[in-house]
């Protein structure tokens, strides 16, 4: 195996980080909100990747599988054209209705369509093509999940999967025997080598998943 990772430091992340300019107040206020209700919610690296994927693939549809106060989701919103289109999935109306109030302050409301609901019982019921799907919510559901976007997405489309080296416990750095990490260990198995996919984590945040589904 060859490697090229030469052991960046917390201060090459901040470096990075201070090349971008500042962040549109709103996202200030979510990440502070988030954190108050100990609410998980993607970091800055997390939300620019997407935002960086949505562009490159030209995404105009995209499925979410977890809101909470809708922080990726206004990443990838304020990424996509005027006509674009999220829908994104969680159960949690208070979470989901102050999502709505961040994502009108950021101007991008109607570009967003919230499903009330369970994803294992909401994805079968939406109608395909997706060009972008991330999902972000129940650890143990994620090959659920998995299953129920690729058909969903078109040839090409792509799917991000947040937390896949889930602070150190995916890989055994940080001992951890419990239901998600070894259901995240089983899915990041699955990812790489499944059929239809192309895939790979990339060390950003807490590990996020990238697959293009390849075209039959
Ligand atoms: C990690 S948070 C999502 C964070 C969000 N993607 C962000 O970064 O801004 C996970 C969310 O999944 C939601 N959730 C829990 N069970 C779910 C289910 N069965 N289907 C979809 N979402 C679910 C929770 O209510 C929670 O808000």
């Known amino acids: 195996m060859r490697n090229s990772m030469s052991g960046f430091t917390l201060r090459d992340l901040e470096y990075v980080e201070s090349l971008h300019g500042r962040l549109a107040p709103v996202f200030a206020k979510m990440d502070e909100e988030g954190a108050r209700g100990d609410i ?5 690296s997390v939300g620019r ?8 693939i030209g995404a105009r549809r995209v499925v979410e599988v977890g809101t ?20 994104t999935i969680d ?8 999502a709505r109030e961040f ?4 101007g991008v409301a109607d570009r967003i369509q919230v499903v009330s609901g369970k994803a294992l019982e909401e994805l079968p019921k939406l109608r395909g093509p ?14 659920g999940y998995l299953s129920l976007v690729l058909p969903l997405l078109r040839d090409g489309g792509t799917v991000a999967v947040d937390n896949l080296l889930w602070s ?19 899915f990041n198995r699955r990812f790489v080598s499944h059929p239809q996919l192309d895939a790979t984590i990339l060390p950003v945040g807490d590990g996020l998943g990238v697959g293009v589904k390849l075209a039959r």
Do not use: C, Q
């Open 40 to 44: 998980p919610i993607v970091g800055t």
């Open 168 to 186: 150190g416990r995916a890989s055994g750095a940080v001992a951890a025997d419990d239901e998600s990490t070894n259901a995240i260990r089983s």
């Open 91 to 98: 159960p949690d109306r208070s979470r989901t209705d102050r």
């Open 103 to 106: 994502w009108s302050e950021a």
């Open 68 to 87: 909470a106060i809708g922080y990726s989701t206004l990443w990838m919103a304020l990424a996509m054209p005027h006509d674009g289109r999220v829908v």
């Open 49 to 56: 990747t997407l935002s960086v994927l949505v562009r490159a």
């Open 130 to 143: 997706f060009d972008l799907a991330f999902i972000d919510a129940l650890k143990p559901e994620y090959e």
